[in-house]
């Protein structure tokens, strides 16, 4: 069951890692925040997971705060999206 | 009983995790902003859900399973709002251009 | 090669991965969410490494509050146009030779640990149950390191008058240029009512579970601080002028009480910030909760800035 949890991690890890290339392709700002959103919501799996292999509660309260405070970084960056035709080297 | 438990875990994180795969990929391959963003809610709903509904008979008591169950309603509420609020910032700038 | 392995060695390979993107990316913006999902993840790392009381704080200063701040700089930076001075090659080579130098030092140091490290921690634990406490690590922070933890508190408080201290003479007492929602968005304030009671219940539960369970007052306090943040951003209440009573109350009283507590040492206990023998756990939890609302208003007000207009 532990080393099943792990390999569960791990391939939602690499779905994180893929979502990546989508924070660096863009186009728009708004497909940057959905990539975090991804990411948000697939550590909050990892963790969770983390939490069952190592039969350790207190890692579900960093899941928590994982939840919260990416919703939260998420509101912030959404001040600043951008149109697509502008340019973003600044 | 114990490993119709493990079975049950199994099945179950493993829907989950064929969930967000699918999420990905669509946030890989769709060619639109929209339609990312709905491929995503799918990882928030479904992939979580069904990881803990996986995870409940491995959690540690009552306490445990409820701040699971929590966690993915708070993770699915905030996803929700959050993910309005992307489509109309979308909108918003699609219209300006 | 078992699964746990495996996992910490894909993690770090996606960590390099985000650092290497945040590094080269085209575009202050790209940059900036790079290095947010570097901060998210990186608690992942702490979790690894048994630091739950760390991975805490990771996620909720490296994750969101830096994150903010650097927002707020990079927006700065594109109003005054500073952006396009780019730093020249010999200041990126010095950068990249120091970066380079700290890592084989620390690899160096990481490789040369003695087989058992001497370390303070079995002592530590076994003399923590005096004090009431059942976390280690808030027995480190309010037990046997506390000076350490009040002159922390004064540190953030300085650190605050700091940036107070950017603003324009004219502006002094007014109210921080955090940058709103430019319209009223009916998504927003949703969010920014239903939110922020879970997340001050949070962090609460944060701050009281702090004394047997990973958590404790800055992590409860910086959750307190997202959701205050929250709420004016979406315009349901305003920035509050620095010079306003409640405000300064706020800040000092986590500080103030702290201090109290440890000046009372010399009257009811031996010395300076020590505690009477049975009554170490309240105390320390009043000045924990103190302290969480101290770190709330500091660490939102940090964000939100120096002040940049005065209360019409």
């Known amino acids: 069951m532990t080393s099943f949890l792990f390999a569960a991690a791990i391939f939602v890890l690499v779905m994180e890692a893929l979502g990546l290339v ?18 948000g919501s697939g550590g909050v799996a ?6 069952a292999a190592t039969q350790t509660p207190a890692i579900m309260d960093v899941a928590l705060m994982l939840a919260l405070l990416a919703t939260f970084v998420s509101v912030a960056f959404l001040r600043d999206v951008r149109h697509s035709d502008e340019p973003t080297n600044t | 009983m114990k490993f119709a438990i493990d079975i049950f875990t199994v099945v179950m994180v493993s829907s989950g995790v064929v969930f967000f795969m699918a999420g990905t990929v669509g946030l890989l391959r769709f060619p ?9 809610t799918k990882v928030d709903n479904l992939g979580l859900g069904l990881i803990v509904f996986g995870l409940l008979p491995q959690a540690q008591g009552l306490l445990g399973a409820l701040k699971l169950l929590s966690i993915w309603v708070l993770v699915q509420l905030s996803g929700a709002i959050v993910s309005q609020l992307i489509a109309q910032a979308t909108q918003r700038s699609g219209r300006q251009t | 090669m078992t699964y746990d392995v495996l996992f910490d060695l894909g993690l770090a390979g996606v960590l390099i991965a985000i650092a290497a993107g945040a590094i080269f990316a085209r575009g202050s913006f790209v940059s900036l969410v790079l290095f947010m999902v ?16 760390v991975a805490l704080t990771e996620t909720a200063i490296g994750g969101g509050v830096t994150g903010m701040l650097l927002l707020g700089a990079a927006s700065r930076l594109r109003a005054t146009k500073g952006s396009a001075v780019k730093a020249g090659f010999p200041a990126r080579l010095a950068a990249g030779a120091l970066c380079i130098l700290v890592s084989i030092a620390l690899g160096i140091v990481v490789y040369a640990l003695p087989e058992v490290p001497p370390t303070l921690a079995p002592i530590a634990k076994e003399n923590l149950a005096s004090s009431g406490l059942g976390n280690p690590v808030a027995g480190v922070l309010f037990v046997y390191r506390a000076l350490d933890t009040l002159l922390e508190k004064v540190v953030l408080l300085l650190a605050l008058a700091g940036v107070w201290s950017l603003a324009q003479d004219q502006a002094w007492g007014g109210m921080p240029g955090l940058r709103v929602y430019a319209k009223p968005n009916s998504i927003l304030v949703f969010l920014a009512q239903v939110l922020p009671p879970v997340g001050i219940t949070v962090g609460i539960y944060m701050f009281w579970a702090g004394a047997n369970r990973p958590g404790g007052a800055f992590q409860g306090g910086t959750v307190l601080a997202a959701m205050w943040l929250l709420v ?3 315009r349901l209440r305003e920035v509050p002028a620095i010079d306003t009573l409640w405000v300064r109350q706020l800040l000092v009283v986590g500080p103030a009480i702290f201090l109290l507590i440890g000046l009372l040492g010399f009257v009811f206990a031996d010395s ?13 939890v009043i000045a924990e909760a103190a302290l969480t609302l101290s770190i709330g208003v500091t660490l939102a007000l940090l ?9 019409q």
């Not at chain 3, 570097?38 to 009381?53: P, T």
């Not at chain 3, 964000?303 to 209360?311: D, L, Q, S, Y």
């Open chain 2, 32 to 40: 639109d902003t929209l339609t990312r963003l709905h491929a995503l």
């Open chain 1, 22 to 39: 989508r924070i660096l392709r863009g186009p728009a700002d708004a497909d940057r925040i959905l990539s975090v959103q991804l990411i």
């Open chain 3, 272 to 284: 300076f910030l020590a505690y009477p023998p049975d009554h170490a756990k309240p105390l320390i």
């Open chain 3, 232 to 234: 004016m951003m979406a």
């Open chain 1, 46 to 51: 990892v963790l969770l997971l983390l939490s």
């Open chain 3, 303 to 311: 964000v939100a800035g120096p002040p940049e207009r005065m209360r």
């Open chain 3, 38 to 53: 570097y901060g998210l993840l990186l608690a992942i790392v702490w979790v690894r490494l048994s630091a739950v009381d």
